[in-house]
């Protein structure tokens, strides 16, 4: 057997090989070219678009991270068409069958596109902003302050610190309650005394309510006789309280009114039950004036 290699064969070869790489090389070369191109401006589009949304008070904290998405992947899709333009691909044939691919492949992921939509639309109506406290109704768990809003998902900070990312789906099929939105706040207590406790208790409430700068004076608080039988009353006193200052006014409102009551003569141990509560839609009591 003959194992010598014609040297007129591999002649041939290296110079097939070299007019390839003269042909393909000045490509090459602009491909790299227009990746390194697209980056760079990438990172600088970036970063300008960030200080720029950054210094425009009319724009809307959640629509700067996803004007800045949208921004890098128009970037890419124009660095992908040029980058097989440059390597001499027809991108017309490659077109056409991304978008019989696209069209598949967005019917496996409706859940994802569903995120998507429900994003445009939260961005569009803003029924919550950078920084709100809300609940999700019908989403145990769903609840925390809005740190960012992505056209996917939008990450909450909970209560205790942590961090939750929300699918866009679920903040939007479902009622939303956004406790950051409303100047002020309703709160209901509700109080049980023994016995006839509501001649003394009357005044003291009211003195409470009405010494406390938490409480607003407009709308008036007001205190009601509830219950009334042989062994005991009960009372509820409803009142407003500006946004900030609710959350403390919750946690203290109990002893306030516990100590004011004592104060007034009421004896500790007749004091059978004060709690809040929240009034049912069906009670028309609840309604209050708030011109």
Do not use: K
């Amino acid at each position: 057997m003959n194992n010598i290699i014609d040297p007129s064969e591999v002649g041939n070869f290296a110079a097939v090989a070299w007019g390839w790489a003269e042909a393909f090389a000045p490509r090459l070369l602009g491909a790299l070219v227009v990746v390194v191109a697209a980056l760079v401006l990438m990172r600088w589009v970036d970063r300008g678009l960030g200080r720029l949304l950054g210094r425009m008070p009319g724009v809307d904290p959640a629509l700067r991270p996803v004007a800045m998405a949208v921004a890098r992947y128009s970037i890419f899709i124009l660095m992908l068409v040029l980058l097989l333009n440059q390597l001499g691909i027809e991108t017309t044939t490659l077109l056409t069958v991304l978008g019989a691919a696209g069209i598949a492949i967005g019917l496996a992921l409706q859940g994802t596109l569903s995120n998507i939509a429900a994003g445009i639309m939260l961005l569009w109506l803003r029924p919550f902003t950078i920084g709100d406290y809300i609940e999700v109704n019908n989403q145990p768990g769903l609840v925390g302050f809005v740190e960012e809003t992505g056209l996917f998902s939008c990450s909450l900070r909970t209560y205790d610190g942590a961090r939750l990312f929300a699918p866009n789906s679920a903040l939007w099929n479902f009622s939303l309650r956004n406790h950051s939105r409303v100047p002020r706040r309703m709160l209901a207590v509700s109080l049980t005394l023994a016995g006839d406790g509501q001649g003394p208790a009357m005044p003291a409430i009211e003195a409470a309510l009405r010494g406390d700068n938490r409480i607003l004076d407009n709308p008036a608080p007001e205190i009601f006789l509830e219950q009334l039988t042989n062994t005991n009353v009960v009372l509820t006193c409803r009142f407003w309280s500006t946004h900030a200052a609710y959350g403390a006014l919750q946690r203290s409102i109990v002893d306030l009114l516990r100590s004011r009551l004592v104060a007034a003569g009421v004896a500790p141990e007749d004091i059978q039950l004060i709690a809040r509560v929240t009034p049912s839609p069906s009670d028309p009591s609840r309604l209050m004036d708030l011109s």
